[in-house]
């Protein structure tokens, strides 16, 4: 490498194999560079999907709960009205009982002579 002054400036011989090397090192790091936006869109894409799946998930479990809080209000309103069903028919029978002992009472007079 010689230096030749050319009018107050100094050129410089130019390395070839060092140019190429430095070619070849600009080169990896724009590929570098060109991938790294990809793998970064991917793990950006994979932890989308998961949260997607989470989300799902805890949707799912929501709607089980709910179907399942509803299933058993159903349960709880058919016993209550079951048990009030029988508790009417128990009262309903005891006034008819009661209501044919009131008109055997009075429906019959028994006289002797």
Do not use: C, F
Request: hydrophobic letters at 30%; glycine letters at 8%; aromatic letters at 0%.
């Amino acid at each position: 490498m010689v230096g030749k002054k050319r009018g107050g400036e100094m050129l410089k011989a130019i390395d070839a194999q060092q140019v190429i090397m430095q070619i070849e090192q600009t080169g990896k790091v724009q590929q570098v560079h060109e991938r790294h936006p990809e793998m970064q869109q991917r793990y950006i894409e994979l932890q989308l999907k998961e949260e997607k799946k989470l989300l799902q998930e805890k949707v799912k479990d929501a709607e089980e709960a709910n179907r399942a809080m509803i299933r058993d209000q159903r349960e709880r309103e058919r016993g209550k009205n079951a048990e009030n069903d029988h508790r009417e028919g128990k009262g309903q029978s005891m006034q008819e009982e009661e209501g044919e002992d009131e008109a055997h009472q009075g429906g019959l007079i028994n006289i002797k002579v």
